[in-house]
């Protein structure tokens, strides 16, 4: 029944779930387009699929970079499962009413949400 669950989404606000393996060419375009979005009531579920170094670091100094502006931020980090295997895990964090799982190699332009 709908009135069991536990899930209280926040009202207005846009998750975007994050799938991330080894995307450092493209991680920082794509970020700076959720910067640059008008619509501010965001969370970030970054999901750190077992991805290189080099994502790793970017992944992890995204975070208070992202917070400062105001984001909400979560990054889950994981072995390797895939891309499947990453969206599912991002749906057990996200809070909001929206819900979005744009690939990091995606850019968006700042109207998109």
Known sequence: MVSDLKFKPVSGRVSLIVPCYDVEAYLEDFLRSVEAQTY???????????ANEATTTMLRAAVPR???????VLLVEQENLGLGGAVDAGLKYFTGEF????DPDDWLL???I
Do not use: Q, Y
């Open 40 to 50: 501010r009531d965001l969370e970030l579920v970054l999901v750190n699929d077992g």
């Open 66 to 72: 992202l917070e400062a502006k105001g984001f909400l």
């Open 99 to 102: 819900l979005m799982w744009p």
């Open 110 to 112: 700042p109207h998109s």
